[in-house]
C-alpha cells in the first residue's frame, strides 16, 4: 500500500494561531479534548491546519494573515457551499463548524473532517513507491489523468439548483466579468512590470467568447487540490480547497486546469512547480486532456485557446497577489520570494500561445 503524501509541520512563526484560545472554543462547541497543531504547508492562499483532539482529527481552514481581499477568502461562504455540495459530492469534505469570533484564532473560520489519500505534486521524489508505479505504465498515466479529467466533467453534471446552490452565481456575461475582474486584480496588486502578461489582457478583453453553458465549478482544479485512494489512484477521493466555487461557464474551470499544466517549453522552473506531478505533464498533453473531457462530459470544446490563456493569465493574479503580501511584509513564508518571476514566466507562456494560436 501506498503512503498518503500528505505531510503536516510546525507551524509557521508568522502563521502561529493560539492553542488555548482554539480548545476553549472547540470545547464549548463540543469538540473536547486538548489541542495539537500542526499545519499543511503545501497551500499558498488560505491556510489549512491539522487539529488533533480528542483522539480524533479535523482540518481548519483560515484566511491569511495580511489579507486585504474578503471576498477572495470568505470563510462563511465556503462553509455554507461545503454544506450543501458534500450531500450531492462525495469528494467534496463536509464542514462541521463555522466560528465568525475573530477573537478565537485572528479571523473567522471553519472546522472540516479530514479526508485521507494521496496528494501527488511536483516530481515525486519524495515518494519512491509512487514515483515507481508512476513511471513504469503510460496506460496508467492515462487513467490516472482520465480520472482527474472525469471527475471535473461530474462536477459540471451536477444540478446545481438541486443542490441549492443556484444563488451562488450569475451566468450570463460570466466571461466578461472574469476577464475584468481579474485584470482590476492585477492591477490592485502590481509590483512590477510585466509587459507580456499586460498584453495577454489586452488580447483577452479583445477575444471573450459566449459562455458556453453554466455549471457549479471549482476554479482552481489541479492534481494539488486532489486526493486519490491510496488503493486505486485512478480513483478521485477528495477534491480540497473550494474558496473560488461558483456558477459559472466550465470552460474556464477547464481553462484554469490548464493553465497549471506545463509543457517542456515552459522550461524547468515551470515543470517543477508542485501543481501537478511531472511525470504526467511530460506524458500527456494539454490537448489531450481536452479531449478527455469532451469525451466524458460530451460538451463541444470551442475557444480553447481563449480559456486557456486566461487560465494562465489567473494564475498569474493569484501568484502576483500572494506576491504582494509578501513584499509588504504580510508574511514570511519563503517560497513566495520568487513568486515575482513566476508572474513573469507565465506571462511569457500566455504570450507564446497567443502567438502560435494554440494551447
Known amino acids: 500500500m501506498l503512503e498518503p503524501f500528505i505531510e503536516t509541520a510546525a507551524v509557521r512563526p508568522d502563521e502561529i494561531i493560539d492553542r488555548n484560545r482554539l480548545a476553549t472554543y472547540l470545547n464549548l462547541s463540543g469538540i473536547a479534548g486538548d489541542v495539537e497543531i500542526a499545519q499543511f504547508p503545501a497551500g499558498s492562499s488560505n491556510l489549512t491546519y491539522l487539529i488533533q483532539i480528542g483522539g480524533e482529527e479535523f482540518v481548519l481552514r483560515r484566511p491569511p494573515f495580511g489579507n486585504t481581499v474578503r471576498t477572495a477568502h470568505d470563510m462563511r461562504r465556503e462553509f455554507d457551499v461545503l454544506s450543501k455540495l458534500a450531500a450531492v459530492y462525495p469528494p467534496a469534505p463536509k464542514p462541521l463548524l463555522f466560528c465568525d469570533d475573530e477573537e478565537v484564532v485572528g479571523s473567522e473560520f471553519y472546522v472540516m473532517e479530514r479526508r485521507k489519500g494521496v496528494v501527488i505534486r511536483g516530481g515525486l521524489s519524495k515518494n519512491a513507491p509512487m514515483a515507481e508505479r508512476f513511471n513504469a505504465s503510460r496506460d496508467f498515466q492515462v487513467r490516472v489523468c482520465g480520472a482527474f479529467i472525469n471527475n471535473l466533467a461530474d462536477l459540471h453534471a451536477l444540478d446545481y439548483n438541486a443542490a441549492g446552490l443556484g444563488g451562488l452565481g450569475k451566468p450570463a456575461g460570466y466571461n466578461r466579468r472574469q476577464v475584468e475582474g481579474w485584470a482590476k486584480r492585477y492591477f490592485a496588486a502590481k509590483t512590477n512590470q510585466h509587459s507580456e502578461l499586460e498584453m495577454a489582457i489586452e488580447w483577452l478583453n479583445d477575444n471573450i467568447p459566449t459562455e458556453s453553458g453554466a455549471a457549479l465549478i471549482h476554479n482552481d482544479y489541479k492534481f494539488d487540490n486532489v486526493m486519490l485512494d491510496p488503493e486505486d489512484l485512478t480513483r478521485v477521493s477528495a477534491v480540497l480547497d473550494w474558496e473560488m466555487v461558483t ?51 460530451d460538451r463541444d470544446v470551442p475557444n480553447m485557446l481563449f480559456y486557456y490563456v486566461f487560465g494562465t493569465f489567473k494564475i498569474a493574479v493569484i501568484a502576483q497577489q500572494i506576491y504582494a503580501r509578501y513584499v509588504k511584509g504580510f508574511t514570511a513564508d519563503g517560497r513566495f520570494e520568487e513568486f515575482g518571476d513566476f508572474v513573469g514566466r507565465l506571462g511569457k507562456i500566455a504570450g507564446r500561445a497567443i502567438g502560435r494560436g494554440q494551447i
Open 247 to 297: 456558477i459559472g461557464d466550465p470552460l474556464m474551470d477547464l481553462g484554469t486546469t490548464l493553465g497549471y499544466w506545463m509543457a517542456a517549453d515552459a522550461g524547468e522552473a515551470m515543470m517543477n512547480m508542485p501543481f501537478n506531478p511531472r511525470v504526467l505533464m511530460e506524458n500527456i498533453s494539454r490537448q489531450q486532456l481536452v479531449e478527455m473531457y469532451a469525451e466524458t462530459s
